[in-house]
């Protein structure tokens, strides 16, 4: 049986025709006041209209969503979440760092720490959209080895005073100050089912953030998963307890099935849809996302 609490995250509507319906400062404290642990948003800079990328949580390889749906900045709406909010933590799953200039990121999420009191935690992916790089101008192939740099990046610019300045994909001139620093240590989860990603987690993850379906969670999976990645981080001598975050997508009725397994093999957070459209809608989500875990 778990022996520890599953926190529980709701996935604010950022992307879709619910950024126009249901605006994210509001839904934010709806969650907050409801009692989630965390909120988190999604991210993609831009979308094609056809695309020839194999999207990785299909069986089919099309992505399940209107490619001109609007979807917003995930910076900027993690910053509307953090301004509305006070207690919760605020994530991202899972940006995708590599697109991003690792200098211009660092900044922006340890200004977004700061002004929200130390409530920032960073979901980071290889990303799976070649035209997506290609339409910011950004090398594809080489992404993993970038994600890898770029997250040491990170931490080297929190210490305010980067001293590892040589990158094979990236160089820090000499001296350089990176301020303001964060207000605690930023925890790097690691999104995504490969093992590529199984790897960066044992390697340089503060944790593990998974991705499933309702109708298909694969618990055996994600047992491996975290045997597989807690085994190599041992290995390298990092002995910190690694976090285990599940993002689940599909209906509630669904999600509630799989949660007591996934309590059992110490999934310590799981991320999922909220219903948005009565005001008591998130408080009965949690209220059955707890329940199945009592």
């Given at each position: 049986m778990a022996t520890h609490r599953m926190r529980f995250g709701a996935k604010?509507?950022?992307f879709g025709p619910k950024v126009y319906d249901f605006p994210l400062a509001e839904s934010a404290r709806r969650a907050e006041g409801?009692?989630?642990?965390s909120v988190w948003v999604s991210d993609h800079?831009?979308?094609?209209?056809?695309?020839?990328?194999?999207?990785?949580y299909s069986k089919d390889?099309?992505?399940?969503?209107?490619?001109?749906?609007?979807?917003?900045?995930?910076?900027?709406?993690?910053?509307?979440?953090?301004?509305a909010t006070e207690r919760v933590e605020i994530g991202v799953?899972?940006?995708?760092?590599?697109?991003?200039?690792?200098?211009?990121?660092?900044?922006?999420?340890?200004?977004?720490?700061?002004?929200?009191?130390?409530?920032?935690?960073?979901g980071t992916g290889a990303g799976w959209l070649r035209e997506e790089f290609e339409a910011l101008q950004v090398p594809f192939e080489s992404r993993g080895s970038r994600l890898n740099e770029w997250i040491d990046i990170l931490r080297e610019c929190w210490s305010g005073e980067p001293t590892t300045l040589e990158y094979e994909n990236y160089r820090l001139p000499e001296g350089i100050l990176?301020?303001?620093?964060?207000?605690?240590?930023?925890?790097?989860?690691?999104?995504?089912?490969?093992?590529?990603?199984?790897?960066?987690?044992?390697?340089?993850?503060?944790?593990w953030l998974a991705f499933q379906r309702a109708e298909t969670v694969d618990i055996a999976a994600i047992r491996a998963g975290m045997v597989q990645c807690r085994t190599l981080a041992r290995s390298l001598g990092r002995e910190q307890t690694l976090r285990t975050v599940v993002r689940i997508t599909g209906p509630l009725t669904s999600v509630v099935q799989h949660l007591r397994p996934l309590a059992d093999i110490g999934v310590s957070d799981v991320i999922v849809e909220v219903?948005?459209?009565t005001d008591d809608g998130p408080r009965q989500t949690l209220e059955a996302l707890r329940s199945a875990v009592q």
């Open positions: 604010l509507p950022d409801a009692g989630f642990d800079v831009v979308m094609l209209r056809e695309t020839k990328s194999p999207y990785p390889g099309v992505i399940t969503w209107d490619p001109a749906a609007a979807r917003f900045d995930a910076i900027v709406s993690m910053s509307t979440a953090a301004a799953a899972v940006l995708i760092a590599a697109m991003r200039n690792p200098l211009v990121l660092a900044k922006q999420i340890a200004t977004l720490d700061v002004v929200s009191g130390g409530r920032v935690v960073l990176c301020h303001p620093t964060p207000l605690h240590d930023i925890p790097i989860l690691i999104g995504g089912m490969s093992r590529h990603a199984m790897r960066r987690v044992g390697e340089r993850g503060d944790g219903d948005w459209l």
